[in-house]
């Protein structure tokens, strides 16, 4: 009697074999059918220009500052001069280079000075000129240098205001799509040789008014000093009939120019609006969430004060810093501080004694405009879709302790509103479920709003011009809909329409149709968006459709928006016409798709099971201990051992061939003591020319019984 270890080896190897076998197939089945890392084909387009997320009107403003250089500002007669230092040189320098902050973008801002007196003289005037966010911008310095105290004899509102409006009309703000915004400083009231009445003079001015500026839609701001209570008190009524209160604002020292500027900057912008802070020594202040950027603006009393800036994180503020940008100016510092920190801040005088004033500027994480674009053609709905996100395109998180509510309005051209609420989607997208169908031509304002606590408020408004146009509408993927499996491609179907037909592109456009229409995603799930921009072509089959395949791996879950956009030159009039459509439509992966993804989490899961459990699953229970045979001990191991004549693992009778029965664990159970007894499953022949093993016999350790003549005992 021999065991026949070989056989034995090769039995215990052959269920690993069996598992890397069963492994090695899953592997290439998954693979093969698409679980490698794909990448996207380059290809060649002709477009270099993107599409954007946002529909970005930058600041089409065109800003008019009035500076009254009449002679009472210098002084006159046996009258006190309104401003002996020249503050109002200084503050009007301080609110151009404000103003100049805020043109980050195309169309940038547009700013004109007009110096007046009795008249208003061609040397006078510096036209309307285009300015940028960079403090080097050459045109900025060049307003700022044209400022200059003058005296300008009386003052005459209606010459200069009708200067105002012949700078709108030769600088086409109107045709430009651009705003109108005359900033007047005056310490006085309308007066020239003429010698009318006040009543007379406002007539006068209220008239030109109505029939020139407000028709152009002219927004007009009145900074009013009156240090004597006897010309500008006078005139504030009638102003007041003209203008409104809202954008009348009365100080009572030079001083408070600064001040009064800065509000005008933040009523623009839509800025939140703050004070400014005046201390001594040190002085602590809150900084809410939500602000791309604080702008400080530090006048000392003296050169030799040094102030110290802290934020809510104890930190120091300071140049070196890569989110902080200090400039140095005459009479006043700038530090920008990008990314601020919430929280509890403190300005302390670090050098030198007296007082510092420091006009802080707040400026708010932006709601950007998605949809609909700002030239939006009668007859198509829009959803109104905004993104609230960092300058990098990163989700703003909306925090626990101060949320905000998100709402909005259009505005139409009768002045009827329409409010808006909206459903948050991914990533710092927000929309409205409900599209809107314009009534009419005419200019539509989307204002859009995010409100805190405190008074808190986040504001931007759009300006949506609505025309009789062609338009694209999107036939595929559908609005909003829901893609099941992710694809390496996305196919597009788009209508060229007027009015509420589909046209030819030729019977429309001199572009060339396969050059007319483009397509790209603009947002992917987790922020980002494909870098391909691809035409759409012409279809034979219909009028006016377009059909085409972006070649974008679309294997992410989640939501998408997709900009299809008609950019092309109009036979009627020779102009670049653009339309822009957004959809967004979500993917979702199929079970297909989960097993590319999560293939090799499946195959470590498995076999970790399989280790675990392997005695049970596997490879069963393992055999242990040893056969006492005639005084010969046989030691058993695998899951099996056969017993018989020649030809089986352990050999009982080697005048007999082949396997007699087999071994098997058998139950198991833990004695009074908590010892594990073991024992094995004998399954043999009733007489060695059976076919069948059908007899079976539990033997439990020390245990003994007889096969084939010979005892067998089992040992542990």
């Keep these: ?135 080097e911008d050459p045109n900025t310095k060049r307003l700022i240098n044209s400022i200059k105290p003058l005296s300008l004899q009386s003052t005459s509102f209606i010459k200069v205001l009708k200067e105002a409006y012949n700078q709108f009309v030769t600088y086409k703000t109107v045709e430009l799509k651009r705003k109108p915004v005359i900033v007047i400083f005056t310490d006085g009231e309308p007066y020239d040789s003429r010698n009318l009445t006040l009543s007379a003079y406002f007539n006068e001015i209220e008239n030109f008014y109505n029939v020139y500026l407000k ?288 046209v030819k592109p030729s019977d429309i456009f001199v572009t060339e149709p396969s050059a007319l229409i483009w397509a790209q995603i603009v947002r992917m799930p987790g922020g980002g968006k494909s870098n391909i921009v691809t035409p759409l072509q012409p279809s034979s089959d219909a009028i006016g459709r377009f059909t085409g395949k972006l070649p974008v791996t679309l294997n992410r879950k989640g939501q998408y928006i997709l900009k299809v956009e008609l950019d092309g030159k109009l036979k009627s009039t020779g102009d670049q016409y653009k339309d822009t459509l957004t959809n967004t439509f979500y993917i979702y992966p199929s079970f297909l798709d989960y097993l590319k993804i999560y293939w090799w989490l499946i195959i470590v899961v498995v076999v970790f099971i399989l280790i675990i459990l392997n005695r049970k699953v596997l490879f069963g229970e393992r055999l242990a201990g040893a056969l006492l045979i005639d005084g010969q001990e046989f030691p058993l191991s695998g899951t099996k051992v056969t017993i018989g004549g020649r030809g089986a693992n352990i050999i009982i009778d080697e005048n007999l061939s082949g396997i007699f029965g087999f071994i098997v664990p058998g139950p198991s159970e833990k004695d009074e003591e908590g010892n594990l007894k073991t024992s094995l499953e004998i399954h043999y022949k009733s007489s060695p020319d059976s076919k069948r093993f059908d007899r079976v016999d539990i033997l439990e350790e020390n245990q003994t019984m007889t096969i084939l003549g010979k005892v067998i005992k089992y040992i542990r």
């Excluded at 043109?103 to 285009?130: A, H, M, Y």
């Excluded at 009572?252 to 201390?279: A, C, W």
């Excluded at 930190?315 to 400039?327: A, N």
Aim: aromatic share 10%.
């Design 1 to 135: 009697m021999v065991i026949e270890k070989k056989k034995l080896k090769d039995r215990k190897i052959s269920k690993l074999t069996l598992l890397l076998i069963i492994i090695s197939l899953i592997f290439p089945f998954v693979y093969l059918t698409g679980c490698g890392k794909v990448t996207e084909k380059p290809i060649t387009y002709t477009r270099q220009q993107e599409i954007g997320l946002y529909e970005n009107p930058g600041t089409p403003i065109d800003i008019l500052l009035l500076l009254d250089q009449s002679d009472s500002m210098s002084g006159y007669g046996n009258e006190p001069p309104t401003d002996p230092n020249n503050t109002r040189v200084e503050a009007s320098k301080y609110f151009i280079t404000s103003l100049s902050r805020r043109s980050e973008s195309e169309p940038f801002l547009r700013i004109g000075i007009i110096s007046f007196g009795t008249d208003v003289k061609r040397e006078n005037v510096v036209d309307l000129t285009e300015v940028k966010a960079d403090p």
């Design 215 to 502: 028709k152009i839609g002219v927004q007009i701001f009145m900074i009013g000093i009156d240090t004597t209570g006897k010309t500008w008190a006078r005139s504030v009524p009638y102003w007041e009939k003209i203008i409104g209160s809202d954008n009348i604002f009365r100080i009572d020292n030079m001083e408070q120019l600064f001040s009064k500027y800065n509000e005008i900057v933040q009523k623009l912008f839509y800025l939140p609006v703050t004070k400014p802070d005046i201390f001594t020594k040190s002085l602590e202040f809150d900084v809410q969430p939500y602000l791309e950027e604080i702008q400080f603006d530090i006048y000392p009393e003296t050169k030799e004060i040094a102030v110290e800036i802290t934020d809510a994180d104890n930190r120091k503020i300071s140049e070196g810093s890569p989110d902080v940008k200090v400039k140095e100016y005459p009479t006043y510092k700038t530090v920008i501080v990008y990314n601020p920190v919430p929280g509890k801040w403190k300005y302390e005088i670090v050098k030198g004694q007296g007082m510092v004033k420091i006009y802080k500027t707040l400026i708010p994480n932006k709601i950007s405009l998605v949809s609909p674009g700002l030239e939006q053609p009668l007859g198509r709905p829009f959803n109104v879709i905004f993104a609230f996100v960092h300058p990098d395109g990163s989700e703003v998180k909306l925090l626990p302790e101060y949320l905000l509510v998100f709402s909005g309005k259009i505005i139409l051209p009768n002045g009827e509103i329409v409010n808006l609420n909206f459903k948050k989607g991914e990533n710092g997208i927000y929309f409205t479920e409900d599209k809107y169908l314009p009534p009419g031509e005419g200019p539509y304002k989307i204002v859009l709003t995010a409100t805190g606590r405190e008074g808190f408020e986040i504001k931007n408004e759009y300006t949506i011009n609505v025309i009789k146009a062609p338009y694209i509408s999107l036939l595929n993927p559908k609005e909003s809909s829901t893609i099941k499996g992710f694809r390496k491609e996305l196919y597009i179907e788009v209508l060229l329409n007027y009015g509420n037909n589909p």
